[in-house]
């Protein structure tokens, strides 16, 4: 069946987008799960580490496959992209707001003063 259709075409390109991020982000986390269980695997098996040392070095691949996510997420979703731009934007503009209103809306404190009073 050959798509006639823009419509059909698009989304075809779009499934194939969207199979190819899922791919990644299945491939990495295997990748980060395995590289954990080894990691887990040879302090057990070497003796004398603490069961919490042991937890801090298997969750390190985990964290990495989260934000290696993002990356992947950003780098390969179109909508992702979007959203994100959309929810940034929002965020933005939300910021200035803030900044503009006059102290005697908000008591004096600004994401001006908070920041610099550190």
Same mark, same amino acid.
């Given at each position: 069946?050959t798509p006639?259709?823009t ?6 390109k ?7 991020? !899922? %791919?990644?982000?299945i ?5 980060? $799960?395995?590289? =954990?269980?080894?990691?887990?695997? #040879?302090l057990?098996s ?9 937890e ?6 985990l964290i ?7 990356i992947?997420?950003? !780098? %390969? ?8 731009? $959309?929810?940034? =934007?929002?965020w933005l503009?939300? #910021?200035c707001?803030i ?20």
């Amino acid at each position: 069946m050959t798509p006639t259709s823009t419509t059909q075409i698009r989304d075809e390109k779009e499934l194939a987008s969207l199979t190819k991020m !899922l %791919l990644c982000v299945i491939m990495i986390f295997v990748i980060c $799960n395995s590289v =954990s269980g080894i990691i887990v695997w #040879i302090l057990i098996s070497s003796g004398g580490w603490d069961p919490t040392d042991i937890e801090v070095f298997s969750c390190i691949p985990l964290i990495i496959n989260s934000a290696i996510n993002f990356i992947i997420y950003t !780098l %390969l979703g179109t909508k992702f992209r979007t959203e994100l731009r $959309n929810l940034m =934007s929002h965020w933005l503009r939300l #910021i200035c707001r803030i900044e503009t209103l006059t102290p005697e809306a908000h008591s004096g404190i600004s994401l001006t003063t908070l920041t610099t009073s550190t």
